[in-house]
């Protein structure tokens, strides 16, 4: 995933995270929030909690990954930040892709109607 679409400053993910909307899953949550950019933008936070530096690292790639083919299903002008769960280390690529799935079907509706995002950052 090229880095024009990954949040590199900790006030962005905080700001995703505070001012948000989020959809827990099993495996991450989901939190999303407009930054009034053409481009939608994506983080991840994975925790000492999940694992060592290897298994982070290796759960980062599977994320970046997952997010990488499912890139033009996403409106522009969002930033989105998957914190991964202690659960995703056991599970396979392709649960972590259904699960995503799942979270960007509950979140679409919200993500694609602008008045759904009035009052967020952004607008």
Known sequence: MERRY???HSADFERVRKQGR???QPLFVFSASRNGLERT???FIV???????VVRNRVKRQ?????RR????????WDVVLVARAPIVSAQFSEIEEAFNEALRRAGPWLAAPEAAKGLPGE
């Open 41 to 43: 933008r994506f983080g």
């Open 6 to 8: 990954r949040l590199t």
């Open 70 to 77: 499912h890139l033009g299903e996403f409106p522009p002008g």
């Open 47 to 53: 925790s000492r909690r999940v694992g060592g530096a």
């Open 22 to 24: 989020s959809w827990a």
């Open 63 to 67: 994320l970046r990954e997952v997010v």
